[in-house]
T-cell receptor, first 112, second 113 residues
Framework: GEDVEQSLFLSVREGDSSVINCTYTDSSSTYLYWYKQEPGAGLQLLTYIFSNMDMKQDQRLTVLLNKKDKHLSLRIADTQTGDSAIYFCAERGTGTASKLTFGTGTRLQVTL | SQTIHQWPATLVQPVGSPLSLECTVEGTSNPNLYWYRQAAGRGLQLLFYSVGIGQISSEVPQNLSASRPQDRQFILSSKKLLLSDSGFYLC????????????FGPGTRLTVL
C-alpha cells in the first residue's frame, strides 16, 4: 500500500529557513499537500501541489516536488515562533473516494 | 463559506462505555466525509469515509462504527470503548473542486480510562 515518511523533529532558529522533507511511494499520486497542526487543534491546510508541477511558492512557503525520487519538501522562509507546530505531508492517489495518506508528521521547534 | 464542527471537544469515558462523536458541515452539499484518528505522537489513520447518505466505507477493523444519517452529518460510534480507542479524532470534508482538498474540523480528544 501507499506509504509516506517524514522525519520526526526539526529545530531551527527564528529568522532562519526551515526545510521539512517527505517521501512517498505511490507513483500515481495526483495531489500532495502540506498541513499544519498546532497543539490541541485540527489540521490546517497550508498548501498543495499538483503532481505535474515541480515547484509552488506561496508567500513564505515554497514546495518542491521531485516526482522521479518521490520526494516532497516544504521550505518556510524567515521562520517565526508562530511556525512551531507539527507539519504533515499527505498524498492523494487515484480513486473516487479521494483518500489521503498522511506521513507521521514533523515537529518543528523554533528557538530564539 | 464552509465550516466544519465537531462535538464534543473533549471526552473522558470509562472502558466499556458507549461513544458517540458528531461532525457537521455547513455551506456545502453532498460532501465526502472522513473520520481519522490520531494516536499520541503519531500520524493520522483513516477510519471511515462516506460519499453520501447511508454510504459508509471502513478502512480498518475495530470496535468503532460510523453513520451518516443526513447529508452533512457524520457520526462515529462505539458500543463498548477500549483503552486503545483513546486518541484525537478528526473529521474532514472534501472539496471536490480543482484542488480536491480535505478540510479538517477542530477534533475531539477522547480519553478512555
Amino acid at each position: 500500500g501507499e506509504d509516506v515518511e517524514q522525519s520526526l523533529f526539526l529545530s531551527v532558529r527564528e529568522g532562519d529557513s526551515s526545510v521539512i522533507n517527505c517521501t512517498y511511494t505511490d507513483s500515481s499520486s495526483t495531489y500532495l499537500y502540506w498541513y499544519k497542526q498546532e497543539p490541541g487543534a485540527g489540521l490546517q491546510l497550508l498548501t498543495y501541489i499538483f503532481s505535474n508541477m515541480d515547484m509552488k511558492q506561496d508567500q513564505r512557503l515554497t514546495v518542491l516536488l521531485n516526482k522521479k525520487d518521490k520526494h516532497l519538501s516544504l521550505r518556510i522562509a524567515d521562520t517565526q515562533t508562530g511556525d512551531s507546530a507539527i507539519y504533515f505531508c499527505a498524498e492523494r492517489g487515484t480513486g473516487t473516494a479521494s483518500k489521503l495518506t498522511f506521513g507521521t508528521g514533523t515537529r518543528l521547534q523554533v528557538t530564539l | 463559506s464552509q465550516t466544519i464542527h465537531q462535538w464534543p471537544a473533549t471526552l473522558v469515558q470509562p472502558v466499556g462505555s458507549p461513544l458517540s462523536l458528531e461532525c457537521t458541515v455547513e455551506g456545502t452539499s453532498n460532501p465526502n466525509l472522513y473520520w481519522y484518528r490520531q494516536a499520541a505522537g503519531r500520524g493520522l489513520q483513516l477510519l471511515f469515509y462516506s460519499v453520501g447518505i447511508g454510504q459508509i466505507s471502513s478502512e480498518v477493523p475495530q470496535n468503532l462504527s460510523a453513520s451518516r444519517p443526513q447529508d452533512r452529518q457524520f457520526i462515529l460510534s462505539s458500543k463498548k470503548l477500549l483503552l486503545s480507542d483513546s486518541g484525537f479524532y478528526l473529521c474532514a470534508w472534501r472539496d471536490g473542486g480543482s484542488t480536491d482538498t480535505q478540510y479538517f474540523g477542530p477534533g475531539t480528544r477522547l480519553t478512555v480510562l
